[in-house]
Protein backbone atom coordinates (compact mmCIF):
# COMPACT_ATOMS: atom_id res chain seq x y z
CA UNK A 1 0.00 0.00 0.00
CA UNK A 2 1.05 3.94 -0.47
CA UNK A 3 -0.10 5.92 1.43
CA UNK A 4 0.35 10.27 0.67
CA UNK A 5 -0.93 12.92 2.83
CA UNK A 6 -0.51 16.79 1.37
CA UNK A 7 -1.20 19.32 3.74
CA UNK A 8 -0.05 22.90 4.10
CA UNK A 9 -0.98 24.54 7.57
CA UNK A 10 -1.50 22.28 10.46
CA UNK A 11 0.09 19.26 12.44
CA UNK A 12 0.21 15.74 11.59
CA UNK A 13 -0.04 12.75 13.76
CA UNK A 14 0.62 9.23 12.28
CA UNK A 15 0.01 6.08 14.30
CA UNK A 16 -0.04 2.30 14.26
CA UNK A 17 -3.14 0.52 15.07
CA UNK A 18 -3.89 -3.12 15.57
CA UNK A 19 -7.17 -2.14 12.62
CA UNK A 20 -7.85 -3.40 9.17
CA UNK A 21 -8.56 0.06 7.84
CA UNK A 22 -6.93 3.35 7.60
CA UNK A 23 -8.79 5.81 10.02
CA UNK A 24 -8.69 9.41 9.37
CA UNK A 25 -9.76 11.91 12.35
CA UNK A 26 -9.46 15.90 11.01
CA UNK A 27 -10.24 19.04 12.98
CA UNK A 28 -10.68 21.89 10.59
CA UNK A 29 -10.72 25.27 11.35
CA UNK A 30 -11.17 28.31 10.07
CA UNK A 31 -10.73 32.44 10.58
CA UNK A 32 -13.03 35.30 9.84
CA UNK A 33 -13.77 38.25 10.45
CA UNK A 34 -17.25 37.24 11.98
CA UNK A 35 -18.16 34.15 13.09
CA UNK A 36 -20.76 33.91 10.27
CA UNK A 37 -17.72 34.48 7.91
CA UNK A 38 -15.67 31.83 9.60
CA UNK A 39 -18.95 29.15 9.36
CA UNK A 40 -19.21 30.26 5.60
CA UNK A 41 -15.40 28.88 5.17
CA UNK A 42 -15.68 25.79 7.14
CA UNK A 43 -19.22 25.38 4.82
CA UNK A 44 -16.84 25.61 1.98
CA UNK A 45 -14.15 23.24 2.79
CA UNK A 46 -13.21 20.44 0.45
CA UNK A 47 -10.32 17.64 0.38
CA UNK A 48 -9.62 15.32 -2.00
CA UNK A 49 -9.05 11.39 -0.83
CA UNK A 50 -8.55 8.89 -3.29
CA UNK A 51 -8.01 4.84 -3.12
CA UNK A 52 -7.39 3.06 -6.19
CA UNK A 53 -5.60 -0.19 -6.98
CA UNK A 54 -2.72 0.55 -9.64
CA UNK A 55 -0.74 -2.04 -10.51
CA UNK A 56 -1.73 -4.48 -7.58
CA UNK A 57 -0.63 -1.48 -5.44
CA UNK A 58 -3.47 0.12 -3.35
CA UNK A 59 -2.96 3.99 -3.35
CA UNK A 60 -4.46 6.31 -0.51
CA UNK A 61 -3.93 9.82 -0.76
CA UNK A 62 -5.44 12.95 0.86
CA UNK A 63 -5.06 16.70 -0.58
CA UNK A 64 -6.64 19.95 0.09
CA UNK A 65 -7.95 22.10 -3.76
CA UNK A 66 -6.68 25.15 -1.72
CA UNK A 67 -5.05 28.21 -3.56
CA UNK A 68 -1.73 28.98 -1.21
CA UNK A 69 -3.67 32.00 -0.77
CA UNK A 70 -6.79 30.78 0.88
CA UNK A 71 -4.42 28.86 3.50
CA UNK A 72 -4.10 32.01 5.84
CA UNK A 73 -7.52 31.57 6.70
CA UNK A 74 -7.68 27.54 7.66
CA UNK A 75 -5.49 25.11 10.03
CA UNK A 76 -6.06 21.40 9.63
CA UNK A 77 -5.23 19.20 12.07
CA UNK A 78 -4.52 15.83 11.36
CA UNK A 79 -4.64 11.97 13.27
CA UNK A 80 -3.82 8.71 10.96
CA UNK A 81 -4.00 5.61 12.21
CA UNK A 82 -2.69 2.97 9.57
CA UNK A 83 -3.00 -0.53 10.37
CA UNK A 84 0.44 -2.38 11.52
CA UNK A 85 -0.31 -5.17 9.25
CA UNK A 86 -0.45 -3.58 5.60
CA UNK A 87 3.47 -3.13 4.26
CA UNK A 88 2.65 0.53 3.42
CA UNK A 89 5.28 2.93 1.39
CA UNK A 90 4.07 6.19 3.40
CA UNK A 91 4.56 10.12 2.26
CA UNK A 92 3.69 12.59 4.24
CA UNK A 93 3.85 16.55 3.82
CA UNK A 94 3.03 19.93 5.56
CA UNK A 95 4.34 23.59 5.38
CA UNK A 96 3.52 24.85 8.57
CA UNK A 97 3.14 22.11 11.30
CA UNK A 98 4.92 19.58 13.24
CA UNK A 99 4.13 16.00 12.28
CA UNK A 100 4.58 13.19 14.83
CA UNK A 101 5.15 9.56 13.76
CA UNK A 102 4.24 7.18 16.91
CA UNK A 103 5.24 3.96 16.43
CA UNK A 104 5.37 3.70 12.73
CA UNK A 105 6.11 0.20 10.90
CA UNK A 106 6.06 0.50 7.65
CA UNK A 107 8.46 0.07 4.09
CA UNK A 108 9.25 3.60 3.58
CA UNK A 109 9.15 6.91 4.98
CA UNK A 110 9.16 10.01 3.50
CA UNK A 111 8.17 13.25 5.82
CA UNK A 112 8.56 16.71 5.47
CA UNK A 113 7.64 20.01 7.05
CA UNK A 114 9.03 23.60 6.09
CA UNK A 115 8.11 24.98 10.18
CA UNK A 116 7.54 22.13 12.37
CA UNK A 117 9.54 19.70 14.56
CA UNK A 118 9.40 16.09 12.83
CA UNK A 119 9.41 13.26 16.28
CA UNK A 120 8.40 9.76 16.92
CA UNK A 121 9.70 6.07 17.21
CA UNK A 122 10.07 4.30 13.64
CA UNK A 123 10.53 0.76 12.46
CA UNK A 124 11.41 1.57 8.84
CA UNK A 125 13.49 0.10 6.22
CA UNK A 126 14.06 3.12 4.71
CA UNK A 127 13.11 6.77 6.05
CA UNK A 128 13.71 10.57 4.77
CA UNK A 129 12.60 13.46 7.02
CA UNK A 130 13.21 17.10 5.58
CA UNK A 131 12.10 20.53 7.95
CA UNK A 132 13.19 23.54 7.21
CA UNK A 133 12.60 25.35 10.80
CA UNK A 134 12.53 22.86 13.31
CA UNK A 135 13.86 19.84 15.56
CA UNK A 136 13.95 16.57 14.58
CA UNK A 137 13.69 14.16 17.35
CA UNK A 138 13.36 10.39 16.48
CA UNK A 139 13.77 6.81 17.59
CA UNK A 140 15.04 3.72 15.80
CA UNK A 141 14.38 0.10 16.26
CA UNK A 142 16.27 -2.82 16.01
CA UNK A 143 15.82 -3.24 12.08
CA UNK A 144 18.32 -2.98 9.23
CA UNK A 145 17.76 0.19 7.14
CA UNK A 146 18.40 3.58 6.09
CA UNK A 147 17.27 6.78 7.19
CA UNK A 148 18.42 10.67 5.85
CA UNK A 149 17.49 13.39 8.45
CA UNK A 150 18.07 17.21 7.46
CA UNK A 151 17.24 20.18 8.98
CA UNK A 152 18.32 23.77 8.71
CA UNK A 153 17.82 25.44 11.52
CA UNK A 154 17.45 23.19 14.20
CA UNK A 155 18.44 19.78 17.19
CA UNK A 156 18.99 16.34 14.89
CA UNK A 157 18.97 14.11 17.94
CA UNK A 158 18.11 10.47 17.32
CA UNK A 159 18.15 7.35 19.84
CA UNK A 160 19.17 4.23 18.50
CA UNK A 161 19.82 1.04 19.52
CA UNK A 162 22.99 -1.04 20.19
CA UNK A 163 23.89 -4.57 20.71
CA UNK A 164 26.61 -6.88 19.44
CA UNK A 165 24.33 -8.01 16.59
CA UNK A 166 23.95 -3.99 15.55
CA UNK A 167 26.27 -1.86 12.89
CA UNK A 168 26.53 1.56 11.92
CA UNK A 169 27.30 3.38 8.88
CA UNK A 170 26.98 7.23 9.75
CA UNK A 171 27.75 10.58 8.12
CA UNK A 172 27.37 13.86 10.31
CA UNK A 173 27.36 17.44 9.32
CA UNK A 174 26.51 20.49 11.17
CA UNK A 175 27.93 24.10 10.02
CA UNK A 176 27.11 26.07 13.40
CA UNK A 177 26.75 23.31 16.19
CA UNK A 178 28.37 20.78 18.17
CA UNK A 179 28.59 16.64 17.75
CA UNK A 180 27.50 14.45 20.57
CA UNK A 181 27.89 11.25 18.98
CA UNK A 182 27.38 7.71 21.61
CA UNK A 183 28.19 4.76 19.39
CA UNK A 184 30.02 2.35 20.51
CA UNK A 185 33.21 0.92 18.58
CA UNK A 186 32.71 2.98 15.94
CA UNK A 187 35.89 4.26 13.50
CA UNK A 188 36.10 7.32 11.54
CA UNK A 189 37.33 8.26 7.87
CA UNK A 190 36.35 11.60 8.80
CA UNK A 191 36.06 13.22 12.14
CA UNK A 192 35.86 16.75 13.08
CA UNK A 193 34.24 18.77 15.36
CA UNK A 194 31.59 19.36 13.00
CA UNK A 195 31.66 16.39 10.33
CA UNK A 196 32.19 12.49 11.07
CA UNK A 197 32.25 9.84 8.83
CA UNK A 198 32.46 5.96 9.60
CA UNK A 199 31.31 2.74 10.29
CA UNK A 200 30.93 0.01 13.19
CA UNK A 201 34.04 -2.26 13.55
CA UNK A 202 33.33 -5.28 11.16
CA UNK A 203 30.16 -3.44 10.36
CA UNK A 204 29.60 -6.13 7.33
CA UNK A 205 29.49 -8.68 9.57
CA UNK A 206 27.13 -7.47 11.70
CA UNK A 207 23.27 -9.21 11.09
CA UNK A 208 21.33 -5.81 11.56
CA UNK A 209 23.16 -2.86 9.41
CA UNK A 210 21.97 0.72 10.11
CA UNK A 211 22.97 3.95 7.65
CA UNK A 212 22.38 7.27 8.95
CA UNK A 213 23.06 10.55 7.19
CA UNK A 214 22.35 13.40 9.22
CA UNK A 215 22.63 16.98 8.35
CA UNK A 216 21.89 20.49 10.18
CA UNK A 217 23.07 24.23 9.42
CA UNK A 218 22.39 25.73 12.41
CA UNK A 219 22.06 23.48 15.28
CA UNK A 220 23.34 20.10 16.88
CA UNK A 221 23.45 16.35 16.30
CA UNK A 222 23.09 14.19 18.90
CA UNK A 223 23.02 10.31 18.73
CA UNK A 224 22.21 7.79 21.84
Not at 12 to 38: F, L, Q, R
Not at 66 to 84: K, Q
Not at 194 to 212: A, F, L, N
Request: hydrophobic fraction near 35%.
Amino acid sequence: MELDIDSVNGGIDVYSWGGDEIKWEMEIKAKGNTNKEAEARLDEFQYDLSNELVAGVQEVSMSFPLALSEWRNYAVGMEIYIPESLESDIIISTTNGEIWVNDIICTILDVETTNGVIRGTISTTESTMKTTNGAIDISLTQTSSVHDFKTTNGLVELNVPTGNDIGYAVSFDTSIGALDINLPDMGYSLDTARSKIGKTSDYTGKSIQIQIKAQTTIGGIKVN
